[in-house]
C-alpha cells in the first residue's frame, strides 16, 4: 500500500516531561509533489491536528513529512495519530548552471542568507541529477558552506522534477519521501581545488616518467605541498581569482583560472618535474613581465607628464609668488593689530585697576556723607573723568579721616611680586626693620593659612609695617575696639554710628577685588567681653566664606578688664606672637629719615598657583612629624600658604612651625623666636 504523505510542523515543542505534542499540517502529496491545503478538519476531524505521543525534540520551527494512523477505539479527541517521521530536505534548484559553478558555490564561495544551524539540502543539477550536501557555518559565521566531508566522492541520484508542479510551502521547496530523490546514478568530485591539485599531482607522479637521456625528478608530498602554498600565496587559484567560466573539463579550467599558459595537462608535468622550481619560474615570469610595463609606460609617460608638470609649474610659481606678496601684506597688518591689541589690552586692564580703585574710594565718600563728614567728592569725580578719558591713575585719597582709619588707596599699576619670590622680599623686608626673618616668614605663613594671630601690641604696629609693605603697599587699617563692643555684630557696625567697620569695609573691598590684599588689625580685645564675640568671629575667619586676600589680626595689651569675660583657653583659639624690638635705627628708619623710602610691593592673591592632584595627592602622605599629625588642619593648611613661595624646604619649614606651636622644640636651631615669645607673653597676661 503507497503511503499518503503530509507536511507539517509542530505547535509546540515537546518538554522533557511532556513528551508528547501536536503537529499542524500544511500540505499533503499528490501527483508527486507537495498541494497546499487550508482546511485540514476535513482530513483530521474534528482538531485539524495530528497527535504525536512520543514525539523527539528540535522539530518546533522546522518542516516535516509524515504519514497517520487513525485509533479506532477513540472516537473524538487525538485519534489520528502521527505514525512515521521523517525531516523535510530543501530543495535548491541550480539545473540551469554548470555542475562546476554550482560546486564552486557551495564549496569554495559559500551562501548567505542561510539559517546558522546544520541542514541537509538537495541541490538540483542538469540532467535530472540531484546531491545531497549537509550545510555549516565558516569561519566567519557569515555564510553557509558545505561540509568538507566525503566530497571528492559525492553521489549523484535521480531527480523527479515533479516536485516543481506542486506549491511552494512558505516560499521553498521540500523533498517528497519516496518521490523526489531517486536511486544513485553514481559520483561527482566536489573536493576544495587544493585537494584536487594534490590528488592530480599525485596521480601524475604515479604516470610521469623522464624523457630519453633525462634523469627522472621525484616529487615528493612536501614539494607539492609547497608547490599549493605558493599558488594560494600568489593568489592564483581559482577561490582568489574572478568567477569561472565553464568550458567543460575541470582540469582545463584549472590551468585556465591559475593563469599558466597550459594547453595541455603533460606541460603541468613538466613543470613538477623539471629542476627549476615554481616559485623561481613565476618570478622570473613576473619580473619580465613587469620590466616589459614599466618600459612601455616610461616611453608612453615621460614626455605627456614632463610636458604637463612644466605648465603646472609655471602656474604654480606665478600663483605662489602673488601669494607670497599678500603673505608679506597681510603679516604686517597682523603685527600692527598685535601692537595695538597689545596697547588696548594694557590699557583697559590700567583703566580696570584704577576704576577699582576710585570705586572703593568712592564707596569711602558715601560712607563719610552718611557719617556726616567732609569729603572731596568733587575732586573724586574729576580724577573718574580724567581716568576713563586715559589722562592720569587714581592716588587719591578721599575724606580727612584719622590715619590707619580706612583702607589706604592701592596702586595697581605698580607690577605685583611674583609668588616664587615672596619669601626673598620677606626676608629682605625683615632685614629693613629689624626683625628677625624667621617671624616674618612665620607670621605670613599663619595669616594666609586662615590662622588669627594675636600680636602683642608693643610691635603691633611695626610688624604689620613690615609685612604690609611685602603684601600690600605698607597699607593696613586698625579697628579699636572699646566697652560699646558687647558682641558679634558690633565688630561688623560702629554701634554709636551704625556705619560698616573697618573688618566690614576691609571684608567688602576683598570680595570685588580678590587680587589686593587687605590687612585689619583688631587694637584693644582686653577692652570688649572677649568671650561673646571671639568664638564666632573666629569660625566667621576660618570658614570657606572669607576671603583668602583678607588678612586678620588681633593685639591686646594687658588683661581682661572683665575678668568674668575672659577667655581661659584664649592660647588655643588664636596662635600669639611677640617679636624681639626692632633696631631703632634700622634701615628701614634711617631711609625714612632721609626721605627715600622703599618703593611699595604687593603680591596677586589670584596669581597663587593652585597645586595640581598629584601635588595634593604626595601633601597628603607628607609626615609632618607627632605635632604636625596632632594639628594635621594647620600643618596642610601651612603647607598649601608655603607652597610656590620660595621657601627652601617647605615640608620642613611647616614641621618646625607645627612644634613650635605644640611646645618649644629641643633643638634650639628650630625655636621660632616670635612664637615662643608669644607664649610666654599670653601666659603673663592670663596669670
Known sequence: MTTRWYLGRNVYDPLPNRLHSRVQPRALVADGAWQAYENWSDY????????????????????????????????????????????????????????????????????????????????????????????????????????????????????????????????????????????????????????????????????????????????????????????????????????????????????????????????????????????????????????????????????????????????????????????????AETIALDEALAELTDRRDRIHREVRSLTANLAHLVEAEARGTEGNEGRLIQDIEKVLRGEKSAKSIVGHQPPLSMSPPFDHNIAPTPWEKLNQELVAAASRHGFLSRDIETLDILARSREVVLLSSDIADDVLQCYSSVVAQGGFAVQSLDPSIIGYDDLWRSPAMGTPSQLSRAWTSCVEDPSVARLVLLEGIERTPLDLWIRPLLATLRGEGRPKNLLVFLSMRTATIDRDRSVADLADLVVPFKAQQPDPLSPHFVMSLLGNEDPPRWVDFEAKPKPDQAEVATLMSVNFGPSGKKRMTIALRASLAAMGTGIPDAEKAVRILCENLDASPTDPAERIAGLQLGKEYLRTLSN
Not at 255 to 280: G, Q
Request: a negative charge; one cysteine or more; hydrophobic letters at 40%.
Open 44 to 331: 483530521f476531524p474534528t482538531e485539524g491536528r495530528v497527535f504525536s505521543p512520543n514525539h523527539p525534540q528540535g522539530f518546533s520551527e522546522a518542516y516535516f513529512a509524515f504519514d497517520v494512523t487513525e485509533v479506532s477505539d477513540l472516537k473524538q479527541r487525538d485519534r489520528f495519530r502521527l505514525q512515521t517521521l521523517r525531516r523535510a530536505e530543501e530543495v535548491l534548484d541550480y539545473a540551469d548552471m554548470d555542475p562546476e559553478d554550482v560546486r564552486r558555490i557551495f564549496v569554495e564561495e559559500g551562501l548567505s542568507g542561510r539559517k546558522p544551524d546544520r541542514e541537509t539540502v538537495v541541490v538540483v543539477l542538469p540532467d535530472d541529477l540531484c546531491v545531497r550536501v549537509s550545510l555549516v557555518r565558516d569561519a566567519s559565521g557569515k555564510k553557509s558552506i558545505a561540509e568538507l566531508i566525503d566530497l571528492a566522492e559525492l553521489p549523484l541520484y535521480a531527480f523527479n522534477r515533479s516536485l516543481f508542479a506542486g506549491d511552494r510551502i512558505d516560499g521553498c521547496w521540500y523533498v517528497v519521501p519516496d518521490v523526489t530523490v531517486g536511486p544513485q546514478q553514481g559520483t561527482i568530485d566536489w573536493s576544495l581545488d587544493k585537494d584536487f591539485l594534490a590528488s592530480l599531482f599525485r596521480q601524475l607522479r604515479r604516470i610521469a616518467s623522464p624523457e630519453p637521456g633525462e634523469l627522472s625528478y621525484p616529487v615528493s608530498r612536501s614539494q607539492i605541498q609547497t608547490f599549493l602554498n605558493t599558488l594560494d600565496r600568489h593568489g592564483l587559484l581559482p577561490a582568489a581569482g574572478h568567477v569561472w567560466h565553464s568550458d567543460g573539463q575541470r582540469i582545463r579550467r584549472l590551468a585556465a583560472d591559475m593563469r599558466f599558459e597550459l594547453d595541455e595537462i603533460d606541460e603541468l608535468v613538466d613543470v613538477l618535474s623539471s629542476l627549476a622550481p615554481v616559485e623561481e619560474k613565476l618570478s622570473q615570469a613576473l619580473d619580465a613581465r613587469r620590466e616589459t610595463l614599466e618600459a612601455e609606460l616610461s616611453a608612453s609617460l615621460e614626455t605627456e607628464i614632463k610636458a604637463s608638470l612644466e605648465a603646472r609649474y609655471e602656474a604654480l610659481s606665478v600663483q605662489n609668488e602673488e601669494l607670497d606678496a599678500a603673505l608679506a601684506k597681510r603679516t
